[in-house]
């Protein structure tokens, strides 16, 4: 059975003391069955905020970005070699905020995506279309061939390692979120990809989750539907208040 997560995706936010609050009350939250919390922490933080979630058995925590060589003369850049070597085996790629800024290329995320897995990493692979795809009707293809391009030539064994978050671009950070039928339907139609492609069984056990401006209020209707397994969460996962009630929302 494909299991409900809950993401928090930090950014490029928060000081160490108030990591460290935010996490301190996390760890006290009473997470559903079958259900896991996932904290996409900054590089500096990640060590500390790893032990701080040690006793937590539901709640790890993830890296927002690797690099996709082993090792080098890659200046300012964090390998899956040194993240696993303080405990980190979760990464979150594809995000469109890196896509955009750092021109990160399908090409250069499946690389990304084969490193981490053969690292053993754990993968929240992000796929979303932006407004005027979406508007030209084009957004079940488009999303169709990001998931395609970085991920159709992995074997069926690996899909164990992937989580997807579809994430329209124009949800993010807007304030304006997907209804829960407009994500529902991409979702589904996301599976059928996967159905197509591999298997029926490999389809249903993967989790697909939202994101885009997912919040307390919004959060249990978009979780109750049928492919939808929980929440990439940005603005929302910095107040312990209203993270902890999208965790509850399952
Ligand atoms: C995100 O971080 O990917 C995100 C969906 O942000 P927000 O929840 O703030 O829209």
Redo the contacts with the bound molecule.
């Keep these: 059975m494909r299991k409900n997560i809950a993401v928090g995706?930090w950014?490029m936010n928060l000081s160490f003391d108030d990591a460290k609050a935010l996490v301190s009350e996390l760890v006290k939250v009473d997470v559903p069955d079958n259900t896991d919390v996932i904290l996409g922490v900054p590089y500096p933080y990640l060590a500390q905020m790893n032990e701080m979630v040690s006793g937590a058995s539901k709640v790890s925590i993830a890296a927002q970005n690797c690099h996709e060589k082993e090792k080098g003369a890659y200046t300012g850049e964090v390998s899956t070699g040194m993240l696993s070597s303080i405990g980190i085996n979760t990464v979150i790629l594809g995000?469109?905020?890196r896509r955009e800024y750092q021109k990160e290329s399908a090409e250069l995320l499946a690389e990304k995506v084969n490193t981490a897995l053969a690292a053993g990493f754990r993968v929240i692979f992000?796929c979303g279309e932006s407004l005027t795809t979406r508007e030209s009707g084009q957004h079940f293809d488009y999303v169709a061939d990001q998931i395609k391009d970085s991920l159709f030539d992995l074997d069926a064994s690996a899909w164990k390692q992937i989580v997807l978050?579809y994430?329209p671009i124009w949800?993010?950070?807007?304030g304006v979120t997907a209804s829960p039928e407009q994500a529902q339907e991409m979702h589904a139609h996301i599976r059928k990809q996967l159905a197509e492609k591999y298997n029926q069984d490999l389809a249903n056990d993967t989790s697909i989750l939202y994101?885009?401006?997912?919040?307390p209020a919004n959060a249990e209707q978009l979780f109750s539907k049928e492919d939808i397994d929980g929440?990439?969460?940005?603005?929302?996962?910095l107040k312990a208040a209203d993270f902890s009630q999208i965790i509850k929302s399952f």
Excluded: Q
């Design positions: 995706n950014k995000h469109s905020e992000c978050a994430e949800a993010i950070g807007t994101g885009g401006s997912v919040k929440g990439l969460v940005g603005g929302a996962s």
